[in-house]
């Protein structure tokens, strides 16, 4: 069975700085893209950053310059930190990856959420 687990969320003045993990573990034969998303409350969940096989990148405008998504592959984890956090980043964080198992044709999965709050 393959999931996603999730961590590092918290409670964090603006201007703070947050880093997340997202594990992915099971019957794996490989991982392959992986991504943040979130959803604030009563808004659509977005796209935050995402990142391919070979470490290319891709993030909302919002989060430019601010978030850095990086993923290590032998450890089938992927990150994101985030720098000068604002109140509007204020959300559930997912994570989401294409995951190739043993024995089937691969599937989209979801991390169960973590909760980053931006407040003085």
């Known amino acids: 069975q393959v999931q996603l687990v999730e961590s590092g969320g918290g409670s964090v003045q603006p201007g703070g700085s947050l880093r997340l993990s997202c594990a992915a573990s099971g019957s794996i034969f490989r991982v392959n893209a992986m991504g943040w998303y979130r959803q604030a409350p009563g808004r659509e969940r977005e796209l935050v950053a995402g990142?391919?096989?070979?470490?290319?990148?891709n993030y909302a405008d919002s989060v430019k310059g601010r978030f850095t998504i990086s993923r290590d592959n032998v450890k089938k984890t992927a990150y994101l930190q985030m720098n000068s956090l604002k109140p509007e980043d204020t959300a559930v964080y997912y994570c989401?990856?294409?995951?190739?198992?043993?024995?089937?044709?691969?599937?989209?999965?979801w991390g169960q959420g973590t909760q980053v709050t931006v407040s003085s």
């Open positions: 990142i391919t096989t070979g470490g290319i990148t």
């Open positions: 989401n990856a294409e995951i190739l198992g043993l024995g089937d044709w691969g599937n989209e999965y």
